[in-house]
């Protein structure tokens, strides 16, 4: 089955920049859709980007900001953070099997499981 770890979290004054990584096993990249989807402080689950044979899919709330990219030959996902804005402060969580459009924030979810497979998170503060 789908086990995901990530790292990279941390703090970041606003303006700033963070690189999230998930090692992904037992997982086919040209199958099925991975991402990153975020939790802040007392708010609903957020999708945030995604990627699926190579596309590339975000929400509103970071595109052009943020870019994800997996490297199959290491089983990585990652998520490039930029200009972060005190909002983007959230638990991240890396994410695999789930509906691609929601995992991308563009379509709100339905239940957990929209969201797939996820790891046990990590923390991004933007002060």
């Known amino acids: 089955h789908v086990q995901l770890v990530e790292s990279g979290g941390g703090s970041v004054q606003a303006g700033g920049s963070l690189t999230l990584s998930c090692v992904v096993s037992g997982y086919t990249y040209d199958r099925y859709c991975a991402g990153w989807f975020r939790q802040g402080p007392g708010k609903e689950r957020e999708g945030v980007a995604a990627i699926y044979n190579g596309e590339t899919y975000y929400a509103d709330s970071v595109k052009g900001r943020f870019a994800i990219s997996q490297d199959s030959a290491s089983d990585t996902l990652t998520l490039r953070m930029t200009r972060l804005k005190p909002e983007d402060t959230a638990m991240y969580y890396c994410?695999?099997?789930?509906?691609?459009?929601?995992?991308?924030?563009?379509?709100?979810?339905?239940?957990?499981?929209?969201?797939?497979?996820r790891g046990q998170g990590t923390q991004v503060t933007v002060s």
């Open positions: 994410a695999a099997e789930g509906r691609c459009a929601v995992i991308a924030g563009l379509l709100p979810a339905q239940n957990e499981a929209d969201f797939g497979t």
